[in-house]
């Protein structure tokens, strides 16, 4: 048997053990209402930002309340000092009257002091004045008697504020001329219970009467009251009017804006037979008539555009094809030359040799030329199949050798050690590989060129990077530009058609895919292609980086992922911009 054990620290207070027991729920509904809380703010602030009509209403309300807000404080305060200067007014000239009945009384003019009773008649003879609406009360204080010396009601005698008192009794005692004081105040019974608000007016009798008005101010009270609660529905009112006003008004501009905007979309998106409706002949009217003008123009301008590419398609294709009968008489010709060129003299030999060069230039020009037609006309397919894309490197690389044992170049290769399987066109995927490896080799200036691989769940990826030249600011923009070159001045070693990187980023593109490119002055540059691992599946990003770590080199079979944000050559991934790479 076991002792249990006992204590205040063995068994929590009932106070806490139901806050421990309340206290996760309660912190789930505070994090809860906090993010419904941040998610209504944004959805407002987002639909604030969007909305022209919103805004217009909203701050026409603003500013229209606070304008009202403003008017009914100063209106409220002109009307209240109003009142209160009439009720003064009033009050002041019926102590006055008051004082000279008092005055013409010798028996309250005594200076020894007055008789109660002629102090009671007095203040009946004034009290009736005031009529049954009790317009005011009248009370007479003799200086020095506390309430013994009270005359009327006795009641309010504490609601004459003793600052009033003690200016007429100052008066009393220097025997200054008789003056009326006024004094704001407020009714209260001998309990302390507050009657509502008053006008205290006094003046001296005698050595040692005083005498004292009490003008309740409730009708007053009740006009101001009257007076703010119509200005309050006022104002309400003329701002809700207001703000039917602005929405009505924002609605016939925004209406039709929204309408142009929704058919500038549409225009945009190649809905060229997209119109406003053109009502009346107001600016916006006006404005639908020249967005019709301006689409039909449009319109009319990009169908001669497309019959003139399509002429000039056309025309490509018709030369190319026309060319290849010449070109292969040709091609024989400078065959039997070429094969019998050590039987001719130097210069026929050395113009045999060149004429054969360039006749491979020319061959590879024209089919370089069809190709690119080809997906001008929107008429190239894609043929994918499985494949392993560390195979279709070593391919292209083994047509990139002869190049790279020219130039002294080394091709450094840093593959995965599983494979990377995805659906692919194996010839376009090797033409683009061998595009971006003879341009590495190129322009690596005798440098190793370094091809990397990486795959993820989504995309394969492949990166050639060299150590030549690189690319000046901005270069990165036209390198895939039909016959763009960095150096119009550099002699191409390979003699290449100057299509091979258009032609690689149309064949990316077939893949919906990514090619990117990457370069520095002096630090050379990298192409990025990015492939989905299922022909039409969406990607976020690549598993390479584009942009190189120089201080950190991936190790062979290892991809390190880096944060990066770099413009894609061509456009591709969301909004243009690749936001990122993830490890293979």
């Known amino acids: 048997m076991t002792a249990g054990r006992t204590g205040s620290a063995a068994w929590p207070s ?32 987002r639909r604030w930002h969007r909305s022209l009509q919103l805004r217009v209403i909203g701050t026409t309300l603003v500013v229209s309340m606070v304008v009202v807000a403003v008017l009914g404080i100063f209106l409220v305060q002109q009307i209240a000092g109003g009142l209160y200067n009439n009720a003064r007014k009033a009050a002041l000239v019926q102590t006055s009257d008051g004082l000279t009945f008092a005055q013409s009384d010798p028996e309250v003019q005594s200076p ?63 025997g200054k001329p008789i003056t009326l004081y006024t004094s704001p105040t407020s009714l209260v019974s001998t309990t302390g219970k507050p009657l509502g608000p008053a006008l205290a007016v006094g003046v001296p009798i005698s050595r040692v009467v005083q005498l004292y008005y ?35 008004v924002t609605r016939w501009v925004v209406v039709p804006i929204r309408q142009g905007a ?6 945009s998106a190649g809905n060229l037979d997209e119109r406003m409706e053109a009502r009346g002949t107001d600016d916006l009217a006006a404005l639908a008539n020249s967005f019709n003008e301006m689409a039909g123009s449009l319109q009319d301008k990009l169908r001669e555009l497309e019959e003139l590419s399509s002429v000039q398609r056309q025309f490509v294709s018709d030369v190319s094809h026309e060319l290849r009968t010449p070109l292969t008489t040709i091609r024989i010709a400078a065959d039997v030359l070429f094969g019998a060129r050590d039987a001719l003299e130097p210069a026929a030999k050395r113009s045999a040799e060149l004429l054969q060069s360039q006749i491979d ?5 024209l089919a370089d030329l069809l190709e690119i037609s080809r997906h001008d006309a929107n008429v190239a397919t894609l043929d994918a199949e499985s494949a392993d894309v560390c195979d279709l490197v070593l391919r292209a690389a083994a047509d990139a050798e002869q190049l790279a044992a020219q130039k002294g170049t080394r091709i450094e290769f840093r593959l995965p050690p599983e494979q990377c399987i995805a659906e692919v066109d194996r010839r376009r995927v090797e033409r683009v590989l061998r595009n971006l490896l003879d341009n590495a080799v190129e322009h690596g200036e005798g440098r190793d060129v370094v091809v990397t691989v990486a795959a993820d769940r989504y995309a394969v990826a492949v990166a050639v990077r060299d150590h030549g030249v690189g690319l000046g600011p901005g270069e990165h923009q036209f390198v895939f530009d039909r016959f763009w070159r960095a150096d119009p001045a550099r002699a191409r070693t390979t003699g290449g058609t100057g299509l091979g990187l258009a032609i690689a980023l149309e064949d990316t593109r077939l893949h919906s895919g990514w090619l990117q490119a990457w370069g520095e002055r002096g630090r050379g540059s990298v192409f990025r292609l990015t492939l989905p691992r299922t022909v039409g599946r969406p990607f976020a990003g690549s598993p390479l980086p584009l942009c190189p770590d120089e201080a950190e080199v991936p190790a062979p079979g290892v991809v390190v992922g880096v944060d990066a944000v770099t413009y894609s050559a061509d456009g591709g991934g969301p909004g243009g911009i690749d936001q990122g ?3 293979a």
Do not use: C, M, W
């Open 14 to 45: 009932p106070a806490v053990r139901v806050a421990h027991r309340f206290a996760p729920p309660l912190r789930a509904t505070l994090r809860l209402a906090r993010r419904q809380g941040g998610s209504l703010a944004g959805l407002l602030a």
């Open 112 to 174: 020894k002091g007055s008789r109660p009773t002629a102090l009671i008649q007095l203040v009946t003879a004034l009290q009736s004045g005031s009529g049954l609406g009790n317009i005011y009360d009248v009370v007479v204080l003799q200086r020095g008697s506390g309430l013994a010396g009270v005359t009327g009601n006795e009641t309010l005698a504490p609601s004459i504020p003793r600052s009033l008192q003690e200016a007429i009794t100052d008066e009393q005692i220097a």
């Open 214 to 248: 009490l003008f309740p101010l409730s009708q007053q009270v009740q006009s101001l009251r009257l007076v703010q609660n119509t200005l309050i529905i006022a104002g309400i009112g003329l701002v809700l009017l207001l703000a039917v006003i602005v929405s009505l």
């Open 262 to 267: 929704k058919a500038a979309s549409r225009v």
């Open 361 to 365: 230039r020319f061959e590879a020009l």
């Open 581 to 583: 790479s993830s490890s």
